[in-house]
């Protein structure tokens, strides 16, 4: 068990531009949560999934941003037409059972100049 | 709107003085409250789990409490080792009073721990 990996670590693009984050998730784990994260705030929820279903959609996920989990394995988030506004940390968490709480990834910090 | 209010947000302390940070919330129905420990450019690392009032866990030097309107993570006897941010959040009940798991974090509490 490696824990959630996030891929790329930073990513750095002009405004305008798309980008697209992976999350490996702990295999076991059925849920599938993206979080965002600014300096010196808490993570705001984005997104969630229980296998390959999408259950919930924050209102912060605008049409510009899109998720998926095929086959309820990795997961993807796409931001289309980037701007500055979403320069954040975008962490991806699983979980089993919510009791026993998220594991995080380290995150992807994304950079839009 | 359910929030969670974090405090003091930052905390400066000498090795071996214990204290406690304060995490506020007004959710109707609570069904958990998490303490998560982050380190810089890292994503926050799970460390309770509370449900009832009265409920207390420990861990190391740690230990969280919580009441009906807060939850308070008293240190004892910190090391520089604990200097972090330490986020608290609640899950986020839907409107029938099941749960998806989401949840509201708070802004957290960068405490330093000088040796």
């Known amino acids: 068990d490696t824990g959630v990996s996030q891929d790329p670590r930073h990513k750095i693009t002009k405004r305008g531009q798309n980008v697209t984050f992976r999350c490996d998730p702990i295999s076991e784990h059925n849920r599938l949560y993206w979080y965002r994260q600014t300096l010196g705030q808490g993570p705001e929820f984005l997104t969630y999934?229980?296998?390959?279903?999408?259950?919930?959609k924050s209102r912060l996920l605008s049409d510009r941003f899109s998720a998926e989990r095929p086959k309820g394995s990795f997961s993807t988030l796409e931001i289309q037409r980037t701007e500055q506004g979403d320069s954040a940390m975008y962490l991806c968490a699983s979980s089993s059972e919510v009791y026993y709480g998220y594991t995080f990834g380290s995150g992807t910090r994304l950079t839009v100049v | 709107e359910d929030q969670v209010t974090q405090s003091p947000e930052a905390l400066r302390l000498q090795e071996g003085e214990s204290s406690s940070l304060n995490c506020s919330y007004t959710v109707s129905g609570l069904r958990g409250l998490f303490w998560y420990r982050q380190d810089p450019g890292k994503g926050p690392e799970f460390l309770f789990t509370?449900?009832?009032a009265g409920e207390e866990k420990e861990k190391e030097r740690l230990k969280a409490t919580l009441t009906k309107k807060e939850s308070f993570l008293h240190i004892t006897a910190p090391k520089p080792e604990d200097s972090a941010t330490y986020l608290c959040a609640v899950q986020d009940p839907l409107p029938y009073g099941g749960s998806q798991g989401n949840l509201i974090f708070g802004k957290g509490t960068k405490l330093s721990v000088k040796p």
């Open positions: 999934f229980q296998n390959e279903a999408q259950l919930e």
């Open positions: 509370l449900y009832s």
